[in-house]
């Protein structure tokens, strides 16, 4: 039947080849917008992780509550303040890093953590002073859980790792100041202490703001300088498994009193984001191979009108209904197959063009289009070209497989 | 052998009556041609006793097996092997060349290239050996039906149900048809149906069945 298939199909090229376009064109359009925006996703997740982690463990916000002065100082009684009491009891921290830092080392799901701490401190050259968030870790697991050294714009981040007042300062920051890698600046703390640092590193995320207010020093040094020794604001942790987050991130929150925040819940806005693409994605691609599906439809429907005469003759010479329908599932087949295949060569093809493209401006350590190649969106794509073509072939098999044969003898 | 015993045929709502109680036997080996007017129901009796259509009442028996009780696959595995067919128009698949339809029947069973050789005998004895990797649209009407009747041929079938086989050819042509299926008829032990309105052509027939509508009837009026 495979034979005759083709042989029919190859009757009628042109009709072949728009429809097997169609296809094809759903398909490639489909990898397309999706290699792209899963490739810009990739890496907004990648610099929002970059500051969140999987999940970030932070100490509670220590407000202090109207109820629980009234119950402490004056319990059982009826008060009016004149002013009520509002503010809060201490700056946030972790309760109990030891306990976390013990449960998250024996955690198989955890690839790595690093605990930080983050204060707004001054920094100053000569005359000019800014004032930026300075973060103490431990450089070499902050290197594991987030790709910071990936966005050096020189100078190493794993030099922070031995400690002694070394600083990696934001490219702008660095910019503002007029320092350069090597040299030294002054770190204020709020005691009005001047600690001198030595800058060993330049880190650019690529958004100004940003590199224009953060530093980052060893852990050590920064509670040094907090003169908070031991203190811990957050843990930022990896997980083997991305995905998990959520998940993993609930659970923990059971049994801590601790802020535990995956970055998804983290990020509500990009994930709404990535909702609104997901639909505008599929519906795009819906819609083309509905289209496409149509096609198919039509081309089968008006050739097995056309060949009413050679299926009645099949049929007459021992050809059984299933065969007939065989034949024309066989159409369909090869038409969403070939336009599928073709599909995902044109798709893969306008990939690397779009990456190659130079944008002119940097984004995510180069300046091309970040294009996804997840073989998930293959897949999907060359799934759904089939699924198209088998649905919109079954139809017209089933009635081609229904008709009897003396009734076109008789008709014609 | 094919019986058929009380055939009824009716068409339309309210149902007007095309075949009356017809009975009807064919023996092995003979060569029967079907004669009467146009309308006479001529066509439909053939189509009823060859399996193509069933009938309103009665039963056809080929070979003891009666049509109504067998499944939809089994009376297409019989056609293939048992069961050739010749009609009016050549029928042949436009995309395939004449020996690629000639070929069709054994195809459908996977024993295509046994029966190549086979194929080209036919072709050789038909005359038409030069056009078989021609399409049909490139030969004539005359060369398209004696492919039509190899196809009919190439499994060796025990009946052979042709339907005005020579309607459309001149009578040269015509007669070259009807001297294939004598030859056939007579050197394999082919039985032959044959429906015509063309007393010659039915006279060739080693018996005659007239139908007056829907009746049969000892003469052809």
């Known amino acids: ?412 | 052998m094919i019986i058929g015993e009380k055939i009824v045929k009716e068409f339309g709502n309210p149902p007007q009556r095309i075949l009356h109680d017809i009975d009807l036997e064919i023996k092995d080996g003979e060569f029967v041609s079907i004669s009467g007017r146009s309308g006479s129901g001529k066509s439909t009796l053939l189509y009823i006793i060859s399996t193509l259509d069933y009938a309103s009442s009665g039963t056809v028996k080929i070979d003891g097996r009666d049509m109504n009780k067998m499944s939809v696959e089994e009376i297409h595995c019989f056609r293939n092997e048992n069961i050739g067919f010749i009609f009016q128009f050549h029928y042949l698949l436009p995309e395939l060349t004449s020996l690629e339809n000639i070929l069709l029947p054994p195809r459908n069973i996977g024993l295509m290239d046994e029966y190549k050789k086979r194929a080209y005998e036919l072709l050789d004895i038909l005359n038409i050996s030069h056009i078989a990797e021609k399409l049909p649209g490139e030969i004539s009407g005359g060369e398209q039906q004696r492919v039509a009747i190899a196809r009919a041929l190439i499994m060796d079938p025990k009946y052979i149900f042709a339907d005005e086989p020579t309607g459309n050819l001149d009578s040269s042509n015509g007669n070259t048809v009807m001297n294939i299926l004598k030859e056939t008829n007579q050197q394999k032990g082919t039985t032959i149906a044959l429906v015509t309105h063309d007393p010659g052509f039915a006279a060739m027939a080693s018996r005659e069945i007239f139908l007056v509508d829907g009746r049969v009837s000892d003469t052809y009026n």
């Not at chain 1, 070394?166 to 600046?185: C, F, P, S, T």
């Not at chain 1, 299926?311 to 038409?335: H, K, T, V």
């Open chain 1, 1 to 412: 039947m495979l034979f005759l298939s083709f042989k029919q199909l190859f009757s009628k090229k042109k009709q072949t080849f728009l429809i097997l376009f169609g296809i094809s064109l759903g398909t490639m359009l489909f990898i397309t917008i999706s290699g792209i925006q899963l490739g810009l996703r990739e890496y907004i997740t990648k610099s929002l992780l970059n500051n969140t982690a999987h999940i970030l463990i932070s100490g509670r916000e220590n407000t202090i509550e109207r109820d629980q002065v009234y119950n402490w100082f004056f319990p059982h009684k009826n008060i009016a303040w004149i002013t009520s009491p509002f503010g809060k009891r201490r700056e946030s921290k972790l309760e109990n890093y030891a306990g976390w830092a013990e449960r998250l080392s024996s955690d198989p799901e955890v690839y790595d953590f690093s605990p930080r701490l983050s204060i707004q401190t001054i920094i100053r050259k000569g005359e000019i002073t800014l004032s930026i968030a300075l973060t103490g870790t431990l450089a070499n697991r902050q290197v594991r859980v987030t790709s910071i050294e990936e966005y050096m714009s020189s100078g190493k981040f794993i030099s922070l790792m031995s400690g002694g007042n070394k600083i990696v300062l934001g490219r702008k920051a660095a910019e503002d100041l007029g320092v350069r890698v090597g040299q030294y600046i002054d770190v204020l703390n709020s005691n009005g202490e001047i600690i001198p640092f030595k800058i060993t590193g330049l880190v650019s995320f690529g958004d100004d703001r940003m590199d224009g207010a953060i530093a980052f020093a060893h852990l050590a040094d920064v509670q040094k300088l907090n003169h908070t020794p031991g203190r811990v604001s957050q843990i930022a942790v990896a997980l083997f498994d991305l995905d998990s987050a959520e998940r993993v991130a609930k659970q923990w929150s059971l049994f801590s009193k601790d802020k535990v925040e995956d970055w998804k819940s983290a990020n509500p806005m990009f994930m709404e984001m990535i909702k609104m693409q997901d639909i505008v994605r599929y519906f795009i691609t819906f819609s083309i191979l509905v289209v496409a599906a149509f096609g198919v439809y039509n081309v089968l429907s008006i050739m097995i009108n056309q060949k009413r005469k050679e299926i009645a003759i099949l049929r007459s010479i021992g050809y059984a209904p299933n065969r007939i329908l065989e034949l024309i599932m066989y159409q369909g087949l090869f038409l969403g197959g070939s336009g599928g295949t073709l599909g995902l060569f044109l798709g893969f093809i306008i990939c690397r063009l779009v990456g190659s493209i130079n944008l002119g401006f940097e984004i995510g350590g180069s300046n091309h289009l970040l294009v996804s190649y997840d073989p998930t969106i293959y897949m999907i794509a060359f799934g759904s070209a089939m699924f198209a073509s088998i649905i919109a072939s079954f139809l017209p098999a089933i009635s081609a497989s229904k008709m009897t044969p003396i009734d076109i003898i008789r008709g014609s």
